[in-house]
Structures are given as C-alpha cells and as structure tokens.
C-alpha cells in the first residue's frame, strides 16, 4: 500500500472531532466550530497487512499513546479537515520509508590522529613546566 492509501484508511478509521477555534472570524468564532481534531487509536490499523500495521503502530508511537492531529488556523472546518489530513499524510510517508542504513564506523585519518599526538605532547609540556622544581623543598 502507498502512503497515500493507508492516510486515507486511516482518516475514514479514525476519530475526528471539531471545536471552537481561537483564530480570526470575529464575532462568527462563538459560535463555529472550526477547529478539527484527529485522533488515531491503534484498533485503527486493524486490517492492514501484519508488518505495515506494526511498523506504523511503533513509529507513530501508537503502542504509547493515540495520534492527535488538530488545526485551527483557518477559518473553514473544511480547511483545517484539509489541513489534518495533509499532515496525516506526511506522517504516516515519514513512518512508512525504510530505516536509514547503520552507520559504519570510519578509522581516523592518519593525519587526524598525527594531530591529536602533537596536542598531547604540547600540553604535556605545559603541565610539566607547571611543577616546582624537584629541589625546591
């Protein structure tokens, strides 16, 4: 399945809501609700394939908590619905790409580790001429 297609699963499983929204819309905002709410539970993913719903249900942190997505930002419950399920939709592309491969861990160059020596020589200096000398007792 596509990204696209398992947002859409998702938003037709899911629990939307709507409030009233704190934005712009004058005297209309006491008494629209504008502000659309989203909410994904895992029983959401019931009937997607085993391997999908399980990666979905680990990197959206479903095992944890439910998924909430709201906007109020527009003035339109259909813009911010619009909104939510855009967001939905990256979301669940970001959950849904492979993991990036295990970083291999890479030898110092040998000029790097030439570097590091001199530092140490040059400090080891500078702690040597910091002890009063041996017979000064």
């Known amino acids: ?35 659309v709410q989203l909410t994904i539970r895992p029983e959401a ?39 939510v399920e855009a967001r939905l939709r990256a979301r669940v592309a970001a959950a849904l790409e492979p993991p990036s491969p295990p970083r291999r861990p890479t030898r110092p160059t040998a000029a790097s580790a030439k570097r590091r020596v001199e530092a140490k020589r040059r400090r080891s200096v500078v702690k040597r001429t910091r002890r009063t000398p041996a017979g000064d007792d």
Request: hydrophobic share 25%; aromatic share 2%; no cysteine.
């Open 1 to 35: 399945m596509t990204p696209d297609e398992v947002a859409e699963w998702l938003t037709a499983r899911g629990e939307w809501s709507s409030s009233r929204s704190s934005g712009p819309g004058g005297q209309r905002r006491d008494h629209a609700e504008t502000r």
């Open 45 to 83: 993913l019931a009937g997607l394939p085993e391997p999908l719903a399980t990666r979905l249900t680990r990197r959206l942190g479903l095992d944890e908590r439910p998924l909430r997505l709201r906007a109020g930002t527009e003035r339109r419950r259909e813009d911010n619905r619009r909104l």
